[in-house]
Each structure stands twice: as C-alpha cells, then as structure tokens.
C-alpha cells in the first residue's frame, strides 16, 4: 500500500510510540493525586508541557494540552470572543478557506450575535495581509488565519499578519495543525497569540492536541469539570498521548533541515509528473507551499472516481479534505481560490512524508495518469 494521505492523518513514529509505552504500564497515576503515583505522573505532565513549550519558543504557562485540533481552535475562538464580548467588540476576522473546526464554529458565533469578516484567498492560494489591515476595526476582537491550508498547502505570511494584529492590539490565532513538524514556529517572532496544534498530523497520536495562548489572554474552558490544565481545560490528562506528541513534535522539528530538501524534490517531481497530464492544474503556489502536499484538479472527471481508482491499485489519497470526501459539494477552499464547481469536483490531494520513496511517487504518477486518462474516456463514450 501507497500511503499519500498525511494530511488526512500521520502513521505513529516508533520514538512516539516508545514515549507512550510507560503510560501503559508503570506509570499509571491521575496526575491531580497527591500520592507518589500520582505525582510521577504530574512530573511527566510538566517535562511534556515544558518540552513542548521549548518547540515553540514559549514557556509551560502558555500551554494547555485538548483533545486535538479541533478542540484547539473552538477555544481559541470561543475564548477571544468571550473576551471581546466583555469589552464590547463583537467582530471576528478569518478567511473563506479555514478548516471547517474554525468556520463552523464562527457560523456558531453568528447565531450568538458576533459579526464574522471572512478575508478572501488570492488564486494563488493566499491571505493577503493589505486586506486584513484594510478589515480591521475598532470591534475587531480576534483574527483568526491559518499557517498552512490543509487542502492546497499554500503557507501563509503568518509574520506580518501578525504584526499587523499587534500594531491594532487585536489578538492573531492561527491554526497550525498543518504546519507543525514541516516549519519552523516560534510563536514569539511571528507575533502568535494564540496557535492551534494536533499530535497525529506530525506522526503522534490521534486524540491530543495543544492550545498556546500567549500571557494575558484568559482562556474560557470549553469542557467543563474539574481544574486540571489550570482551569483551563477540565478531565483527566490523556498522558499517554500527551507524552507521544511531545516526542514527536521534538522528532519532527529536529528533522526539519535534514528532510526538507528530499520532501520538495519529490514532491516536486510528483507535480512535474502530473502537470503532464492535458488539462490538469495544479492548486495553490508553487512557492511557500508545504514540501509534503500536491492538490491538483482534472478537468472532466468525478475526484471520488479518481480516488476510487487509485484505491484499487493500493494508493491512499484525497479529494479535497477527508471531511468533505463523501460529499458531493466541492470543496470550499477550492471555490475560493476561484476554481469553477465542475473542475474543483474533479481535485486530487497526494500528501506525502519522509517514508514516500522515490519509486512510489512513480507509481502514483503512472496511477494518476492511467486513471485520469481511463475516467476520461468513459466519460467520452458515455456522451
Ligand atoms: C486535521 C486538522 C484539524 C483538526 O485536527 P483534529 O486533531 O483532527 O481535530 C484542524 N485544522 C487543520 C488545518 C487540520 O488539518
């Protein structure tokens, strides 16, 4: 099997595994007992926190541990609107092609009353940072842009955008769950607030995630219970996972500058190889763009077809995100960057990591191209 599909999620890496494997057996305390158990579990709590802290240039404080990324950015975005609220200001900022856990969760804010501004996306698969100064008011309580799309993989100028939040003292979230472990982030530099992290898009576990939310900013828990995280964020610690994600986000960022370089010749390689196919286009730039992702769309086919097919020669993909898979609509993000619903129907996502070899991107290549042409022709006797 071809696995192409890690933006949909991430295989295990053996280093996260070997992390968990205490928490299944000697180390089996609730990090809130007094006792010695419990307290060997609240020590391994705080070194994940810290380690964790250390990866984004920020300190333990600052770090609350969820259930993923989704539950991230709903308390993100219900926490800056809790404090917007409070002082009068009932306007929140996006962008038209944010994951589904951010624009759900402002069509949630609608209905309560908060006036959303969703920035649009250029073709070439950007927020454009004279936009978002130009959207800025005095109401403006929160901005809320993501790091990196997870459909199209443009990477976004998360440095100004945040600069441009500071200069009007509106707090800047960003959705990283999709840049985290290909990109460096130090949340200090990029003038970060408030990011959004999820352990199994960087080959931790499923079920885990991190909300930063710099000093300053009061966090509204959005699972009410006990005071574990502080107050922030109430059940016990999933600590096993906590202690595998903090292994691999370590792993993941140490291995950066190694891998990088071979993740964009193959992944530029798979883009070549594709661009060849008649009326094929690629989505998103090609520069500052993930070395891990390619988004194409075919003219004149069905993406589920496609994916369906490719399937049955052992290639896992994606057409548009997995949520939307199964949908007939066309994916959001692509209708942003203007592509038209017939070809945005026809979108093929390969994410690659460091375990695709040279020798499966052929493959996937030779898949596509004989698949797409195949689709095409049924297609032609059909009408
Ligand atoms: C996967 C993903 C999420 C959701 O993360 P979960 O941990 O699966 O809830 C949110 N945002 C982006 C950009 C993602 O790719």
Redesign the pocket.
Known sequence: MIYADN?ATTALSPAAFRAMQPFFSEICGNPSSLHAAGQAAKRALEDARARIAHCLNTVPACITFTS????S?VQALRSAAAIGAKNGKRRIISAAFE?H?VLRTLDALAQEGFQITLLPVSAEGFVSPDDLAAAITADTCLVSI?FAN?EIGTIQPVQEIGAICRQHGVPFHT?A??AAGHLPIDVQALNISML?L?A??FHGPKGT?VLFAERGIRLKSVITGGAQERGNRAGTENLPAIAGMAAALEESISRIPQQTGLLLQRRNRLIEGLSRIPQSFLNGSLSDRLPTNVSFCFAGIEGESLLLMLDRRGICASSGSACASGAAEPSHVLRAIGRPNELARGSLRLSISADTTDAEIGEIIAAVTESVAFLRGMAASVS
């Open positions: 933006a993923g990324g989704t539950e950015d994951h856990a993501m997870n959705d769950v999709q959004s999820s199994h898009k995630g």
